[in-house]
């Protein structure tokens, strides 16, 4: 989790292929993880096309 938080603010976790190699897990694992985070953080966290990774923004 923390690794992936890392990677989020850095911007740096490529797609989401690219993201479930990196962390060790299968892509459906990254979505899941993904919702999870959603859920308990302050901020939204999107894919952005631009910057071929997952960033986090505010929740509006």
């Avoid at 890392?6 to 989401?16: A, F, N, R, V, W």
């Amino acid at each position: 989790m923390k690794l992936l938080i890392e990677l989020i603010e850095k911007k740096k976790t490529g797609s989401p292929e690219e993201l479930a190699r990196k962390i060790g897990v299968t892509k459906r694992t990254v979505f899941h993880i993904l919702d999870d985070l959603r859920l308990c953080l302050e901020k939204e966290i999107t894919y952005s096309k631009e910057e071929k990774s997952y960033i986090f923004s505010e929740k509006s």
